[in-house]
């Protein structure tokens, strides 16, 4: 069974900072893109960082510069160093990942950490 469980999250100041972990289980997760996406209140949900399995990396423009996605394979974990927060950056934070395999493809989510920039 696939579980992806994030931690990390709170209440921080503006200007602070914060680290989402997301550690995962039930499949080969060196393998995988793993993605970042956030939901903030009342709103959609928004992507924010993507990682592939040798360490490539990309941001959404509305992060880029603060946070640094990265992996760490040999323990299973996902982590998402976020700096320099602003109050827009408020939301929950899903760790997920695509699973395609014999032309089928699912998307896994975890519970969400929430992430509150407040002063």
């Known amino acids: 069974e696939v579980q992806l469980v994030e931690s990390g999250g709170g209440l921080v100041q503006p200007g602070g900072s914060l680290r989402l972990s997301c550690v995962a289980s039930?499949?080969?997760?060196?393998?995988?893109?793993m993605n970042w996406v956030r939901q903030a209140p009342g709103k959609g949900l928004e992507w924010v960082s993507r990682i592939n399995g040798g360490g490539g990396t990309t941001y959404a423009d509305s992060v880029k510069g603060r946070f640094t996605i990265s992996r760490d394979n040999a323990k299973n974990t996902l982590y998402l160093q976020m700096n320099s927060l602003k109050p827009e950056d408020t939301a929950v934070y899903y760790c997920?990942?695509?699973?395609?395999?014999?032309?089928?493809?699912?998307?896994?989510w975890g519970r969400g950490s929430q992430v509150t920039v407040s002063s």
């Open positions: 997920h990942y695509k699973s395609v395999q014999s032309g089928f493809s699912r998307d896994f």
């Open positions: 039930g499949f080969t997760f060196s393998t995988y893109a």
